[in-house]
């Protein structure tokens, strides 16, 4: 069956470290997109990618980092400089359409926690 | 500035209870699209309509059903004859068109409703 995988589901990290989020899909879509959920928040785009070895920066980019050496692969590294890193984060995938409007597929997701 | 704003922050009914649930969102463009997205406590998020701003028809599917009105910025979603498996975080979201300064797959999420249906 055809979707997208994160990986890990749950993760602790202590201050200061960096982590990274992985993300695969086998959906043969071109886009894919990460968002951040808070607690009683709607979602917030951090990266999208619309292809391999590029990628543009969403709302609330700064600390984190993103590479999409791979079309399946759009892996999300949060790093020490993310003041507030704990949080629910979101793969997503889709085709790419002339209206931009595109219908996601997401991930189950990965449960970041600092201590 | 685009916004999504659903008022409600939780709902509880009992099974077989209609509910509506409801979104009103402000965008400045005049093509736009409007999506309602469903997540489970499993977490992942579940696609479950998409409409364009030049599509005003009701939509119903199955259980489901949704009511478009521009002159309200309103697309509100109504589930009739609640069952417990539709106890689920709902979010409607909004899509500005490309040429508005929209990106591909930024979407501008509610803060969703909580939706509790008990047996």
């Known amino acids: 069956d055809g979707g997208i995988t994160q990986s890990p589901k749950y993760l602790f990290r202590k201050e200061g470290q960096n982590v990274t989020l992985s993300c695969e899909q086998n959906?043969?879509?071109?886009?894919m997109y990460w968002y951040r959920q808070d607690p009683g928040q709607g979602l917030r785009l951090i990266y999208y990618?619309?292809?391999?070895?590029?990628?543009q920066k969403g709302d609330i980019a700064e600390g984190y980092s993103v590479s999409r050496e791979k079309k399946e692969s759009f892996p999300l590294t949060v790093t020490s400089a993310q003041k507030n890193p704990t949080a629910f984060y979101l793969c997503?995938?889709?085709?790419?359409?002339?209206?931009?409007?595109?219908?996601?597929?997401f991930g189950a997701g990965s449960r970041l926690t600092v201590l | 500035a685009q916004k999504v704003t659903q008022a409600q922050t939780e709902i509880s009914v009992v099974e077989k209870e209609d509910v509506t649930l409801d979104c009103v969102y402000e965008?400045?463009?005049?093509?736009?699209?409007l999506f309602w997205y469903k997540q489970p406590p499993s977490g992942e998020l579940v696609f479950l309509i998409r409409?364009?701003?030049?599509?005003?028809q009701n939509e119903i599917s199955g259980r489901y059903s949704w009511n478009f009105q521009k002159s309200t910025s309103s697309f509100n979603f109504t589930i009739t004859a609640s069952q417990v498996v539709d106890s689920a975080v709902y979010f409607c979201?909004?899509?500005?068109?490309?040429?508005?300064?929209?990106?591909?797959?930024?979407?501008?999420f509610g803060k969703g409703t909580k939706l509790s249906v008990k047996p």
């Open positions: 979201a909004l899509s500005e068109s490309l040429s508005y300064g929209g990106s591909q797959g930024n979407l501008i």
């Open positions: 959906l043969n879509h071109d886009a």
């Open positions: 997503a995938s889709s085709i790419i359409s002339s209206s931009g409007a595109n219908v996601l597929t």
């Open positions: 409409r364009n701003s030049f599509d005003e």
């Open positions: 990618s619309q292809i391999v070895n590029d990628f």
């Open positions: 965008t400045r463009d005049t093509t736009y699209y």
